[in-house]
Antibody, heavy 117, light 107 residues
Framework: QVQLQESGPGLVKPSETMSLTCTVS????????WSWIRQSPGKGLEWIGH???????NYNPSLQSRVTISVDTSKNQFSLKLTSVTAADTAVYYC???????????WGQGTLVTVSS | DIQMTQSPPSLSASAGDRVTITCRAS??????LNWYQQKPGKAPKLLIY???ILQSGVPSRFSGSGSGTDFTLTISSLQPEDFGTYFC?????????FGPGTKVDVK
């Protein structure tokens, strides 16, 4: 059973770039899609985007100008970068495996990122 | 974007009760609807995909139905461990969107 684990800073200053990494264990990243989803009290669950093991990406248009998702299959990791963060980006960030038919399972445990000076 | 709504926002029921949660999409999504359960402090867990297919390992008291714009999640006999928040998610097209959730409390 594939397991995912997020890592990265829990506190980011406004206007800076947030970077998170998801490490995949218990299976190969090949032939699958890998997603980032965030959850905040104000916006609920929000799909950020996903990446195929080949490197092709698909982003939420609401975040597309600020988001980059990348993958390193040699390390069994994929990453999220979000630029020019504001308080509205404060959320629990989850990484998740996405199947071809676009549901998400499993998910990582989530990591809280707070944007504050 | 496809907007997802859920009702009720919360409910409280007794163990053994039949519970129904409704999810509505702002446009037809055929059968591209998934349900998740989230417990406090934990990640969501997939319960049902493609509107009515039970994820492996999920108890059979959970069931899903619907197509087009209207969907339901039913728990046939509520158990104490079924507390949590239930979310629907449309997988018809991007951006994938989630409902606001229904919080279930077991009396």
């Amino acid at each position: 059973q594939v397991q995912l684990q997020e890592s990265g800073p829990g506190l980011v200053k406004p206007s800076e770039t947030m970077s998170l990494t998801c490490t995949v264990s218990g299976g190969s990243m090949n032939s699958y899609y890998w997603s980032w989803i965030r959850q905040s009290p104000g916006k609920g669950l929000e799909w950020i985007g996903h990446i195929h093991f080949s490197g092709s990406t698909n982003y939420n248009p609401s975040l597309q100008s600020r988001v980059t998702i990348s993958v390193d299959t040699s390390k069994n990791q994929f990453s999220l970068k979000l630029t020019s963060v504001t308080a509205a980006d404060t959320a629990v960030y989850y990484c998740a495996h996405k199947v071809q038919s676009n549901w998400f399972e499993p998910w990582g445990q989530g990591t809280l990122v707070t944007v504050s000076s | 974007d496809i907007q997802m709504t859920q009702s009720p926002p919360s409910l409280s029921a007794s163990a053994g009760d039949r519970v129904t949660i409704t999810c509505r999409a702002s446009q037809s999504i055929s059968g591209y609807l998934n349900w998740y359960q989230q417990k406090p402090g934990k990640a969501p867990k997939l319960l049902i995909y493609a509107a009515s297919i039970l994820q492996s390992g999920v108890p059979s008291r959970f069931s899903g139905s619907g197509s087009g714009t209207d969907f339901t999640l039913t728990i046939s006999s509520l158990q104490p461990e079924d507390f949590g928040t239930y979310f629907c998610q449309q997988s018809h097209n991007t951006p994938f969107t989630f409902g606001p959730g229904t919080k279930v409390d077991v009396k």
